[in-house]
C-alpha cells in the first residue's frame, strides 16, 4: 500500500465498542515506543500489559469524554481534555506513528479548549512524548518523579497557554 492508497485519518467520539483497541494502542504505546526511555520495571508498572480491567478502562475513557483517531476501520490513536485544560492522554499506535495522527489529535483537543474559552493546555508528559509535545508549543513546568506500583518514572508537567488572540484568530 503506498501513500495514496493510506486511509484518511479521521476523528470520532470514544465508545465502548473502542476499549479494547485503545487499550491495545495505550499497552503497545508504552511497551514498544515508551520503552526506549524507561526500564523494564516501569514499563510494566506503567503499562501493566494483561492486567488492566476492560470495564474501567471503558468507563475512563467515557468519563474523559476521550476522542478515537481512526484510519479505515483502525483505532490508531486516541486523546482527551477537561474543562481545566488538562491532557491527561495522547497515545498513538507504534504502528502509525510519524504520520501526524498526534498533531491531528492535539489540534482537535486544543481547538476544544479554545471553544470552551480554557486558558491553556497541560499535560504530564512522558520523555519519549517531550520532544512532539516542545514542539507544538508546550514548556516544561518541572520534572516529575510519579511512583506507579511502587516504582518511580520520570516525566515533565508541560504547559502551553492559549493566548486569546489565537483563540479569537481561529
Known amino acids: ?6 486511509p484518511p485519518v479521521t476523528l470520532r ?7 479494547a483497541a485503545t487499550l491495545a494502542v495505550f499497552t503497545e504505546a508504552i511497551t514498544r515506543t515508551a520503552a526506549a526511555h524507561y526500564t523494564p520495571e516501569q514499563i510494566e508498572a506503567w503499562a501493566r500489559p494483561g492486567r ?19 484510519r479505515g476501520d483502525e483505532v490508531v490513536g486516541f ?3 477537561d474543562e481545566d485544560g488538562y491532557i491527561d492522554m495522547l497515545f498513538v499506535s507504534p504502528r502509525h506513528l510519524r504520520r501526524g495522527i ?7 483537543v486544543e481547538q ?7 486558558p491553556e493546555l497541560t499535560s504530564d508528559v512522558s520523555i519519549a512524548a517531550r ?10 513546568v518541572r520534572e516529575q518523579r510519579p511512583v506507579k506500583e511502587g516504582i518511580e518514572l520520570t516525566n515533565y508537567r508541560m504547559r502551553k497557554v492559549l493566548s486569546p488572540s489565537a483563540t479569537a484568530a481561529s
Open 1 to 6: 500500500m503506498n501513500a495514496s492508497d493510506t
Open 13 to 19: 467520539p470514544y465508545r465502548s465498542a473502542d476499549a
Open 52 to 70: 488492566r480491567d476492560l470495564p474501567s478502562w471503558d468507563q475512563a475513557m467515557s468519563d474523559r469524554a476521550s476522542v478515537v483517531a481512526v
Open 79 to 81: 486523546s482527551d481534555v
Open 102 to 108: 498526534a498533531r491531528t489529535l492535539l489540534g482537535f
Open 112 to 118: 476544544r479548549a479554545r471553544s470552551a474559552a480554557t
Open 131 to 140: 520532544p512532539f509535545f516542545e514542539s507544538v508549543g508546550f514548556h516544561v
